[in-house]
């Protein structure tokens, strides 16, 4: 019995479509690259119920003649490879030849085209991989597209969609990244007959970037610009003000194509030095140009990914760029005098540049483990213990010959815990006005204030929360945030449970919202980068309304952006303040990102430290 096989075609359609077709998204990207290679100067996309039941692309480009269009649904046809040069220095953004038969073997497909030279155009119609009809239609110069009912005869890969909002929040995603390296063409976008974006031809990048990202981040783009024989670059980043919490908002081109590309993305993080915090994540879009045989584009069935030749050297040139572009920024903004010195801007988020110093291993022993924040019946104990002992000082834990503190014995633990208090601390003032410095008996004790009182926060938040409507504060003007499609979708749906922490928004239109109200404890800032985060972190974890963990993330968030900072001068009373709040948490040691919010070193450690003892 012969146990190897040819596949028939229609089985290996489908199977090639599994590769090219991940999800509707990915019928749109292949479209869409598709008008663009045929120079389409307007490309329309409408799509139906997330591109479940409809997406149809329509083009001005050149269109095809009737021989053309019936190789184009053959597998492996192209006009764009015709030798072994070619595939070594691609120019156009398909080249495979397998995109059409692939997507039309798992969808009702309709193809209409005409070149401009031509009477009449062609119309093909496929159902599941199979030529339906084949018919002279008149038809505007390009081409039109249509792919309805997509995965209706795979059930298993049409099981695997996601809701409307995501697959056409993933829609919008791969319409704006093209359109923001094409501002040339127009794009337009429409979902169940409503449009969702019109992206204009522009003259130039950086008015698409604006148009993309929001104009509010117009004044935070610093240029990048690098050009050789290897290399030509342009494009933007933002300030490390503008940071986000998630990758979604960078933007890489090599050649015009769309890529995901980790040595750029490394280079770019390596530019930014120590002015990113981690976890952080800049906001940027890079163009690249780089000789076509210098760049594999075909590592990677989605074209998703690319190969340099000369990968160090790329990488050593876009880390400098962005360098240069980031401290030039910062010069012509606050002045070469302030040297690295944080402006009155960066203020607002310079904790996350700061270099927060975490025990090494060798530091370890020296680090002491803070009680729990006590009950009422142990301040009631406290308080006797005191009177008792007639010793306010902050006493330390038993500690072995070497100065490591040693655990505590239960029996003595209610003696102990009122002598371990914070705020039983001797303030001796501020370090780099982001940390303060303690004495405790013969231990030295470091804060870092924001981590501190970003923990302070996150539990009066939550408890308020579970208690009642926290207290809100409205605003004298309120406060307009304009959204991507998908971010909007996101809040709109995250509304209820943000009014239940105290945070007041309203639909404004289109993808605006206004701000109404915002938690008294977050004071008077801005919150527009507070909402922005809140709205990609949902989207990254991927958001239900009433879901637990998304309802932390955002007390975590606002608790962040709540917090004083790094670079902010505390007087002796605003310092004793947050110790006594640091008291009252249940985990006064870490904030809520698992930070240590202390560290601690004993007397002997800095005797060693200086040869006084060995």
Known sequence: MQRIKILPELISNKIAAGEVVERPASVVKELVENALDASGQRIMIEVEKGGRSLIRVSDSGVGMRHDDALLAIERYATSKIYDDADLFAIRTLGFRGEALPSIASVSRFELITRPAGSDTGTRIMIKGGKIQKVSAVGAPPGTMVTVAQLFYNTPARRKFLKTVNTEIGH???????????????????RHNGREVKNWPQVADHQERAADVFGHGLRDSLAPVSANDSLLNLHGWVAMPGAARSTSRKIYLYVNGRSVRDRVIQHALFQGYGGRLMKGQFPIAVLFLKVPYDRVDVNVHPTKNEVRFADQR????????????ALTQADKSKWGASNGNRAGPADQGISERTADYHRPTAADTSNVWQAPRAHDLSRRIADRQNKRVSGDSNLDHAPQTADGVATPVQPSHQARLWSRQRFADLKIIGQFSETFLLCEAGQDLIVIDQHAAHERIMYEQLQRRAQRSRPATQG????????????EAQILEAMLPDLERLGLVIEPFGGNTFVVKAVPVLLGQGSVEPLVNEIVEKMAAIGFAPGLEKAFDECLHLMACHGAIRANQSLNQAEIKRLLVQLDACEQPSNCPHGRPTWIKWNRKFFEKAFGRIK
Do not use: C, K
């Open 475 to 486: 605003l004298l003007v309120p406060e307009t945030i304009e959204l991507g499609f998908r």
């Open 313 to 324: 050297l790329i990488h050593d040139r876009i880390r400098d760029a962005v360098g240069i």
């Open 171 to 189: 829609i919008v995603e791969t319409v704006a990244s093209m359109a923001l390296g094409w501002p040339g063409v127009q794009f337009r976008l």
